[in-house]
């Protein structure tokens, strides 16, 4: 098998495009170092990943993922203390984004995914996202109508991927072949360890879930719910991968209550069927409008209430029930006010080439508060 400057380049150009972090894999190579060398390895690599592409199989050394336990706050001997951080191979990322390109391709030219989906794709964000759930309430309002909003929180949605029903689903959009055999291939036969300090784990396989901190993870995760949409007619939704927000409409609120308790049904009984389990204690609800909303009102899922909230994060803002924008600046506010100290405490350690603006940018930077 022979190899082209075009797909060597292409290799090149994914690798240039990579950040230069210095973890390490279970192999102990980090990013930094495949840049150092990647002149004289490209030719080896592009001829691993046509052969990995042509013969349907996911190498399965780039399968082992390396599991760091990262510390949160509380008590350090409390292992709920703790966030898995996953390190992936490093050849499988690259291999893994010459893989979603080409699937990219794919689902632009056939229109796969529902145009209700913000999550991972090219063009798309949560301003979007955020702006449509925005629009619907308020266009309703304009209608003199009230709005119910459900905000959805899935239990560990990226681990609990089944993985027949996800291929038989791929099946269906039309990836079959050899296409499907590498996808199989590549979400198959994983194994991860534990890494702390020097003390390793054994080995343990991965049976289930899309894998965590992969480049094909997310969006195999958003082919899987991709079909959500379909199980209502008269719910809208807003999926930003695993957040999924639902809401419906109406003049009458006894009816929309009973139109809402039907509906979430349908939900509740798709997510039994793609065995993904929906997290009840953080699944909220909201009803929205200026009229008479400190009515007593309970929406149910099966057997279970779902709290009402009147103000709720939703994909990075925080909005309440009249889409009023104080709880957002009061909490952009306090942010910029821990900036303020933090610039205080440190302007008589900087020299007379800082200007206040240029801290200001740095410490608002670094608390996410430009875009």
């Given at each position: 098998?022979?190899?082209?400057?075009?797909?060597?380049?292409?290799?090149?150009?994914?690798?240039?495009?990579?950040?230069?972090?210095?973890?390490?894999?279970?192999?102990?190579?980090?990013?930094?170092?495949?840049?150092?060398?990647?002149?004289g390895c490209s030719k080896p690599l592009t001829y691993i990943f046509n052969l990995s592409f042509q013969s349907g199989k996911f190498p399965n050394s780039m399968k082992i993922a390396k599991v760091i336990p990262f510390y949160k706050s509380g008590d350090r001997h409390n292992i709920t203390n703790y966030r898995?951080?996953?390190?992936?191979?490093?050849?499988?990322?690259?291999?893994?984004?010459?893989?979603?390109?080409?699937?990219?391709?794919?689902?632009?030219?056939?229109?796969?995914?529902?145009?209700?989906?913000?999550?991972?794709?090219?063009?798309?964000?949560?301003?979007?996202?955020?702006?449509?759930?925005?629009?619907?309430?308020?266009?309703?309002?304009?209608?003199?109508?009230?709005?119910?909003?459900?905000?959805?929180?899935?239990?560990?949605?990226?681990?609990?991927?089944?993985?027949?029903?996800?291929?038989?689903?791929?099946?269906?959009?039309?990836?079959?072949c050899l296409v499907l055999k590498w996808i199989k291939s590549y979400l198959t036969n994983r194994r991860q360890f534990v890494s702390l300090g020097e003390h390793q784990s054994d080995f343990l396989d991965i049976v289930c879930g899309v894998p965590?901190?992969?480049?094909?993870?997310?969006?195999?995760?958003?082919?899987?719910?991709?079909?959500?949409?379909?199980?209502?007619?008269?719910?809208?939704?807003?999926?930003?991968?695993?957040?999924?927000?639902?809401?419906?409409?109406?003049?009458?609120?006894?009816?929309?209550?009973?139109?809402?308790?039907?509906?979430?049904?349908?939900?509740?009984?798709?997510?039994?069927?793609?065995?993904?389990?929906?997290?009840?204690?953080?699944?909220?609800?909201?009803?929205?409008?200026?009229?008479?909303?400190?009515?007593?009102?309970?929406?149910?899922?099966?057997?279970?209430?779902?709290?009402?909230?009147?103000?709720?994060?939703?994909?990075?803002?925080?909005?309440?029930?009249?889409?009023?924008?104080?709880?957002?600046?009061?909490?952009?506010?306090?942010?910029?006010?821990?900036?303020?100290?933090?610039?205080?405490?440190?302007?008589?350690?900087?020299?007379?080439?800082?200007?206040?603006?240029?801290?200001?940018?740095?410490?608002?930077?670094?608390?996410?508060?430009?875009?």
């Amino acid at each position: 098998m022979k190899t082209n400057g075009k797909e060597e380049m292409e290799v090149r150009h994914i690798i240039h495009k990579c950040d230069n972090k210095t973890s390490t894999d279970s192999d102990g190579i980090n990013m930094t170092i495949i840049k150092s060398v990647i002149d004289g390895c490209s030719k080896p690599l592009t001829y691993i990943f046509n052969l990995s592409f042509q013969s349907g199989k996911f190498p399965n050394s780039m399968k082992i993922a390396k599991v760091i336990p990262f510390y949160k706050s509380g008590d350090r001997h409390n292992i709920t203390n703790y966030r898995p951080i996953s390190l992936l191979s490093q050849f499988s990322k690259i291999l893994e984004k010459l893989f979603d390109a080409r699937l990219d391709k794919f689902l632009d030219k056939y229109k796969i995914l529902t145009e209700k989906q913000y999550g991972f794709r090219s063009n798309r964000s949560t301003a979007f996202a955020i702006t449509e759930f925005v629009e619907g309430v308020t266009s309703a309002w304009d209608n003199k109508k009230q709005t119910l909003g459900i905000f959805i929180d899935f239990q560990k949605a990226f681990d609990t991927i089944n993985f027949e029903i996800l291929l038989d689903k791929l099946e269906r959009f039309g990836i079959s072949c050899l296409v499907l055999k590498w996808i199989k291939s590549y979400l198959t036969n994983r194994r991860q360890f534990v890494s702390l300090g020097e003390h390793q784990s054994d080995f343990l396989d991965i049976v289930c879930g899309v894998p965590q901190g992969s480049v094909l993870g997310p969006k195999l995760f958003i082919l899987y719910i991709n079909d959500i949409c379909n199980v209502s007619e008269l719910l809208n939704f807003v999926l930003f991968a695993d957040d999924t927000t639902i809401w419906a409409s109406g003049e009458d609120l006894q009816q929309l209550l009973g139109l809402i308790t039907v509906e979430l049904d349908k939900v509740k009984k798709w997510c039994d069927r793609n065995k993904l389990s929906l997290n009840l204690d953080k699944t909220k609800f909201m009803l929205f409008g200026y009229g008479r909303l400190n009515r007593q009102i309970q929406v149910r899922v099966g057997d279970a209430n779902i709290e009402r909230v009147y103000e709720t994060k939703f994909l990075g803002i925080n909005i309440d029930d009249k889409i009023c924008w104080k709880p957002h600046i009061k909490y952009i506010h306090n942010k910029l006010a821990k900036s303020i100290s933090i610039l205080a405490r440190v302007k008589k350690y900087c020299g007379s080439e800082v200007t206040p603006y240029s801290l200001l940018f740095y410490v608002c930077t670094l608390f996410g508060l430009l875009c």
